[in-house]
């Protein structure tokens, strides 16, 4: 029996389970480096480690890093799915609600909301589980480019 489109990506990303990403076709997802933690249909997790570059002049995470961990990775979401059709952002909506500071571990985890015919919505949620405290939360919708 062959395997759909989304059983195959996954068994790809299955293998970098608990590594850095380094090689995936986000430039943007190489230099945040997260760690996969779990990838399933329509749900990723990764773990990202705030460095420096991340942060803002008060040396907490940047808003605008918060908002592209969000983007990117709700984008390697809809890979996981098994869409032949390429899908991009038309909206982003972030609450931000703590900070984390260089040396953190944060945590972010995404799942589907609706899917449309012809408009994704996704969410992202991203923890400090360290002071298990939910630092931000978005959701985006993503249109059907063909």
């Given amino acids: 029996m062959e395997l759909s489109l989304s059983e195959q990506r996954l068994n790809f990303l299955k293998q ?3 590594k850095v990403i380094t090689d995936s076709p986000s430039n943007f997802m190489n230099w945040l480096a997260p760690v996969l ?3 399933e ?3 990723l997790v990764c773990k990202y480690t705030i ?3 991340m942060t803002n002049p008060y040396q907490i995470l940047h808003g ?3 908002a592209g961990i969000i983007d990117d990775l709700i984008g390697a979401t809809v890979f996981t799915m098994g869409l032949n059709e390429r899908y991009t952002t038309v909206s982003n909506y972030i609450d931000y ?3 984390a500071s260089e040396g953190d571990e944060v945590l972010a985890e995404t799942s589907i909301v609706k899917r449309g015919r012809t408009i994704l919505n996704l969410q992202c ?3 400090l589980p360290s002071k298990k405290r939910l630092i931000a939360k978005g959701y985006s919708n ?3 480019i063909g």
């Fill in 125 to 127: 949620e991203i923890y």
């Fill in 37 to 39: 933690v779990k990838a």
């Fill in 16 to 18: 970098s389970i608990g």
């Fill in 41 to 43: 249909h329509g749900v």
């Fill in 51 to 53: 460095r420096k570059e």
């Fill in 142 to 144: 993503m249109l059907n």
């Fill in 97 to 99: 609600f703590a900070t």
């Fill in 64 to 66: 605008g890093v918060t």
